[in-house]
Each structure stands twice: as C-alpha cells, then as structure tokens.
C-alpha cells in the first residue's frame, strides 16, 4: 500500500467530525513514538517556545559527558534527538537556539574527539547549519545570535 499525499490526506480529513479527528490523532499516537512526540508538541509545547527550549536545552545537558572525550555514537544520538525537535518546531528562532546551546556546551565543558574525524565533522556540520539559518532571521536576531557564538572558535 503507497501513503496518500498530503493534499490527500487533507481533503480525507476536512469532512470528519471532532470525535472523529480526536480518534485518529490518538491511534496514530500510538503507532510510534515520533507520532507521540509530535503530538505532545502541538498539543502541550507550542504555545509556551521559550519553555520548549529551555526542556530540550536540558535533555541536550544530560546527554553530554561533563569532560574528557565524546563518542560518536552518543554524538549522533543527540544530534537526532535535536533534529527531530526542531523539526517539531519549524522555528528558525528554536533551531538558532538549541544548535547555539549544543556547541556552546562542547566548546564549555571542552569535549574532545580524540582522533575520530566523524564526531568533529558532525561538529563542524552544526556549525554550518547555524550559519545557513542565522540567514533566515531578522538582521537584529543575527547580530544577537552571533554574540552568543563569540566562544565557538573551537574545531
């Protein structure tokens, strides 16, 4: 069976009642996780960004080691917890946000890669990501964003 199209999809869902459409969202819920996450975040988070942030600012904490060397396995697992959040959001603000947040953290706790040019090219790859988006928001935001990132000389 292929997925339907997003229009689709639209059209198939503007018909249905409240009952209806709080059904679906729940089944979908329960399919996978990704669903739920998303959900939580239209439902309880979208209204209050800054608390948004501010929660996925500190999942990003608990994941990092406090010093000494960072693995690459445990890079890439919170590299993919970041996507999907700013995913969720759609945000330049957020994504500007939690990008900053995580290579301020490694720059201050000074996590190493030792040899491994994967975790620092994932690294260098945040850092390119900030800049594209730091494009995208107003020219007073940038200046703000680009104090933030005065420490990240690193890598």
């Excluded at 979208?46 to 890079?75: F, N, Q, W």
């Amino acid at each position: 069976m292929k997925p339907a199209t997003i229009s689709e999809l639209k059209r198939a869902l503007a018909p249905l009642s409240h009952d209806e459409l709080l059904d679906a969202c729940v089944r979908l819920a329960k399919f996978k996780v990704d669903n739920k996450l998303l959900l939580t975040y239209l439902t309880l988070k979208s209204g209050d960004e800054a608390g948004y942030v501010d929660e996925v600012c500190a999942d990003i904490d608990e994941e990092l080691p406090a010093r000494g060397m960072i693995h690459k396995k445990t890079l890439r697992r919170i590299i993919r917890m970041m996507e999907k959040c700013i995913r969720f959001s759609g945000d330049k603000e957020t994504e500007l946000q939690i990008r900053i947040h995580f290579c301020c953290q490694i720059s201050e706790r000074g996590l190493q890669w030792g040899r491994c040019r994967v975790s620092e090219n994932m690294y260098l790859a945040q850092r390119k990501k900030i800049e594209k988006a730091l494009e995208k928001v107003h020219p007073d935001l940038q200046y703000d964003f680009r104090q933030q990132m005065q420490g990240l000389h690193r890598a």
